[in-house]
C-alpha cells in the first residue's frame, strides 16, 4: 500500500478483494459498465466500503492499473539490452492497448483520476516517475554506457509518459513509426554510445 494514502485504515483482504472483483469486470464489460454495486457485489462488500476509499470508480481503476492488475504485459517495459528498441516496443504496447476502447478509457479514468484526487496523483507519479521501471530501465543504460552519462533521466522518462498522457487525451491514431520518432525526440539520435 502507498505511504502517501490517507483517511481509515482498511482491511487488506477488503481492499485485494475490491481491487480484483474491478479487474474482472473491466475486463469483462468495460469500464463504461463498471459500478460501484457491480464491484461491491463481486468483492462481496457494502458499497459505502468501497466510497470510504475511492471517491469513483476511475479512482478504482486507477488503482488496479497502479497495482498491475490490468494489462500487466502490455505496460511492462522490456529489457533486452537495446533501450531503444525496449523503448519503441513498450510505446507500441501502450499505444495499442490505447487502440481499443476500453484501454482508451482506462487511461482517460486514470487520468480523470488523478485530476480529482491528490492520493491517485502522487500513486500515479511514483508509479511512472523516478521509483518506476521506466526510470530504472534508463538509469541501468546510463550506468552500461547505452547513454551518456549526463542524460536527463528522470526528464526523459517524463518527455515519453508525457507523449502517452498527451494521446490518451487527443484520441488521435497512432501512425507508424511514432514510437521510434518519440524514442529520437527524446534521447536524440546520437545520444546511445552503441550502434
Not at 20 to 43: K, P
Not at 96 to 116: K, T, Y
Amino acid at each position: 500500500m502507498s505511504a502517501h494514502r490517507q483517511g481509515p485504515v482498511r482491511s487488506e483482504a477488503a481492499r485485494v478483494a475490491i481491487l480484483q472483483a474491478t479487474a474482472r469486470l473491466f475486463a469483462a464489460r468495460g469500464y463504461d459498465h463498471l459500478t460501484m454495486e457491480g464491484i461491491a457485489g463481486e468483492a462481496g462488500v457494502g458499497k459505502q466500503t468501497i466510497y470510504r476509499w475511492w471517491p469513483s470508480k476511475g479512482a478504482v481503476v486507477a488503482d488496479c492499473l497502479l497495482d498491475g492488475l490490468l494489462f500487466p504485459e502490455q505496460f511492462a517495459l522490456p529489457n533486452t539490452g537495446e533501450l531503444r528498441e525496449d523503448l519503441a516496443t513498450w510505446l507500441r504496447n501502450i499505444f495499442g492497448v490505447l487502440e481499443h476502447p476500453s484501454g482508451e478509457m482506462l487511461m482517460r479514468s486514470l487520468i480523470a483520476a488523478a485530476a480529482e484526487n491528490a492520493d491517485v496523483g502522487l500513486r500515479l507519479y511514483d508509479s511512472l516517475g523516478t521509483g518506476s521501471t521506466l526510470n530504472a530501465r534508463l538509469h541501468e543504460a546510463v550506468s552500461r554506457a547505452e547513454l551518456e552519462g549526463d542524460t536527463p533521466v528522470e526528464q526523459v522518462g517524463d518527455a515519453l509518459v508525457g507523449a502517452v498522457v498527451m494521446r490518451a487525451l487527443s484520441r488521435l491514431p497512432t501512425p507508424a513509426g511514432l514510437p521510434e520518432q518519440l524514442v529520437d525526440a527524446v534521447l536524440g539520435r546520437s545520444a546511445t554510445l552503441r550502434p
